[in-house]
């Protein structure tokens, strides 16, 4: 019983603050106060993470369209969470430090196969997906090696900002945020925002956090667009209206 309790304390503390919590009841350490508090909300990220773009993944199904989605913005999404992951992974990291970016990898899949689909390039879909697949099992399989890894990691920055600002721009030109989720965008940004803490106290790697820290600036641009452009409305909801009236 006493050893099953440890291995699930084991998950939330450190071998040495499992010590000094249960062993020498030393409650009032700072360090393992911060360890813990970073390891519960990494926990506390991946759980969330798989709800994280299902919104997103449900509005587009719901409405068949994917209009106001940029799709070059979502694939670049996909290629810094994907390469998030993989340098995390074969580094060696906590998957607590990263482990949300495997859902978030395949719910970004997902999304840019559907905006595919629905704009009427179906078989364009399909190839993508396979196509990632094969990509994802050669990051993570040892085929690929940490330099060209780190390299990736270190493009997530500027692709990142490219991202969300061609995003932004295409949320400006239309005066709307499409089919774009508000819980979504509001997931997004508080994930992120928590993963700058859990980076430095778990990995330390100066290049993860700044790719957070960006990734949240650039987040809280769109969240503000989502909320600016709260009541406008995309050409999806006119259309329903006016086949409504008619």
């Known amino acids: 019983m006493a050893e099953a309790v440890k291995l699930a304390a084991l998950v939330l503390v450190t071998e040495e603050c499992y010590k000094e919590y249960f062993e020498y009841h030393n409650f009032a350490d700072v360090d393992c106060f911060k360890s813990t508090l970073s390891r519960g909300l990494?926990?506390?990220?991946?759980?969330?993470?798989?709800?994280?773009?299902?919104?997103?993944?449900?509005?587009?199904?719901?409405?068949?369209s994917g209009q106001g989605i940029n799709i070059i913005s979502v694939l670049l999404d996909l290629?810094?969470?994907?390469?998030?992951?993989?340098?995390?992974?074969?580094?060696?990291?906590?998957?607590?430090?990263?482990?949300?970016?495997?859902?978030?990898?395949?719910?970004?899949?997902?999304?840019?196969?559907?905006?595919?689909?629905?704009?009427?390039?179906?078989?364009?879909?399909?190839?993508?997906?396979?196509?990632?697949?094969?990509?994802?099992?050669?990051?993570n399989s040892g085929l690929a090696p940490i330099n060209v890894l780190w390299s990736m990691q270190a493009m997530n920055v500027p692709i990142l900002l490219t991202s969300k600002l061609i995003q932004a721009l295409t949320n400006y030109r239309n005066k709307n945020t499409g089919q774009l989720s508000a819980v979504t965008c509001i997931m997004l940004?508080?994930?992120?925002?928590a993963r700058i803490f859990t980076s430095v106290q778990e990995t330390g790697d100066s290049i993860l956090i700044?790719?957070?820290?960006?990734?949240?600036?650039?987040?809280?641009?769109?969240?503000?667009?989502?909320?600016?452009?709260?009541?406008?409305?995309t050409p999806v909801t006119k259309k329903k209206k006016s086949k409504k009236s008619n």
């Open 42 to 64: 990494g926990i506390a990220i991946i759980a969330g993470s798989f709800l994280v773009k299902l919104p997103q993944i449900l509005k587009i199904f719901n409405n068949k």
């Open 79 to 139: 290629f810094a969470i994907t390469a998030t992951v993989s340098y995390s992974f074969v580094s060696g990291f906590p998957f607590s430090a990263w482990g949300d970016g495997v859902s978030l990898g395949l719910q970004t899949a997902a999304i840019a196969a559907m905006v595919m689909h629905y704009n009427g390039a179906t078989q364009q879909a399909t190839a993508f997906v396979v196509a990632y697949l094969a990509i994802l099992y050669a990051l």
């Open 210 to 233: 700044l790719t957070y820290i960006c990734s949240s600036a650039a987040n809280a641009v769109i969240l503000g667009q989502m909320l600016y452009y709260w009541n406008s409305e």
């Open 189 to 193: 940004f508080f994930g992120s925002a």
